[in-house]
């Protein structure tokens, strides 16, 4: 029998955190979200889901799905165990060094921050802080930006543990390494620090140790694992002779330059890709799958696919591989995904998401490690 907690999901996205939460037994009661196309993707994915999160007002806003976090009324969001928070990076004014809740104001943190400090002020306080950045959040103006999230989240009273985890360790055949805070209420939960999970063994359980041959002890991957059947991929997605020029020849001029950006190339036996991003829509260049056997341009991954390396269950028109229907990251324990949205905006928003995977294997560790 799975634990009951709720959760908050601020900087919502499509829902990451939300589908490994639910996963690991946990009930969202508040979550804040302002890119339009975003809520649409998480309204079509979780209404059925967490119907309560949707209620309205007499005048059709919803009560518990912001679309502006900086004005969200903390008194307003009910009780929680755990507050979750993929935040953007920002500079913070850190004006006489003074490194804490000060110096987040002006910054999206200080919204998680202030959402924190009122639940304790009014004497519930929420057990665990989970936040999720880019790896560069570390060095952010010469460390500064992580000191003061660090020294806000201990004048709060919590403790903390962060580490650098990898997605590609994980069961979904990415290369993406993102920064994880967790955090916990010092008063009510006595512990030393939190054991971060860096990989999941073939077996499934949970591996806790850092070391040098650790992807030799993962959950094997390769790209084909995320592949529609063949027969079903639109030429569409296959790059024009132009782009295909194009992407080579700044390729090469920036090799020249000795700038290492440029197109990267992949196959179905590939053990992991690049980082999808953001930008993908664009033209696709970081992720572009290898034709030359069928004597074609590379082409670019399906939203569906996009989806996938992600670790979210989309059907589409099945896999190239069936067996792949049924494993870790796409059995029936992850309620199917809907893409809602058009094809650039979902590129987009998977390129913005959490790795499911990593966030539910996460969520579990928090439950064993500082819930029980």
């Known amino acids: 029998m799975k634990k009951k907690f709720t959760f908050i999901d601020l900087f919502a996205g499509i829902g990451g955190f939300h589908t490994a939460m639910h996963y690991a037994g ?40 912001n679309e502006d976090i900086t004005k969200a009324i903390p008194e307003d969001i009910p009780k929680f165990d755990i507050c979750c928070g993929g935040f953007p990076c920002q500079p913070f004014s850190i004006a ?37 950045n880019v790896k560069g959040l570390k060095t952010h103006m010469k460390g500064e930006t992580l000191k003061t999230i660090l020294a806000t989240l ?29 955090a916990w209420y010092k008063k009510n939960i006595k512990v030393d620090h939190f054991h971060f999970p860096y990989g999941i063994a073939p077996n499934g359980s949970t591996i806790y140790e850092k070391t040098k041959d650790l992807s030799e002890k993962v959950i094997k991957t390769e790209l084909a694992d995320i592949f529609e059947p063949e027969d079903k991929i639109d030429p569409y997605y296959t790059i ?41 829509w664009k033209d696709g260049s970081e992720i572009l799958i290898d034709q030359s056997d069928k004597n074609l341009n590379p082409r670019r ?27 870790q990251n796409n059995n029936n324990k992850n309620p199917e995904y809907k893409i809602v949205v058009s094809k650039k905006e979902a590129y987009h928003q998977f390129g913005n998401s959490v790795a499911i995977p990593v966030i ?4 579990e560790e928090i439950v064993k490690q500082l819930l029980d």
């Open 26 to 65: 946990g009930k969202c009661v508040f979550a804040s979200e302002w890119d339009k196309f975003a809520r649409q993707s998480y309204i079509a994915n979780y209404k059925d889901i967490e119907p309560d999160l949707f209620i309205q007002d007499t005048d059709g806003n919803y009560k518990f799905f």
């Open 96 to 132: 006489g060094l003074r490194r804490g809740f000060k110096d987040t104001r002006g910054t999206l943190f200080f919204n998680i921050a202030n959402i924190i400090k009122q639940k304790i002020d009014s004497g519930t306080p929420p057990k665990v802080i989970f936040l999720e």
């Open 154 to 182: 201990e004048e709060l009273g919590y403790g903390y543990s962060y580490d650098v985890l990898n997605a590609k360790y994980f069961g979904v055949p990415q290369n993406r390494e993102r920064l994880f805070i967790v």
């Open 240 to 280: 024009s002779d132009r782009m295909w020029i194009g992407h080579q020849k700044r390729k090469k001029r920036n090799k020249e330059n000795g700038k290492g950006f440029g197109f990267s190339l992949f196959n179905g036996k590939s053990t992991y890709s690049s980082t999808i991003s953001a930008r993908y």
């Open 301 to 327: 991954l399906t939203p569906t696919e996009a989806g996938r390396l992600q670790g979210y269950r989309i059907i589409g028109d099945g896999w190239e591989k069936p067996e792949c229907a049924h494993n």
């Open 360 to 363: 539910k294997r996460l969520s």
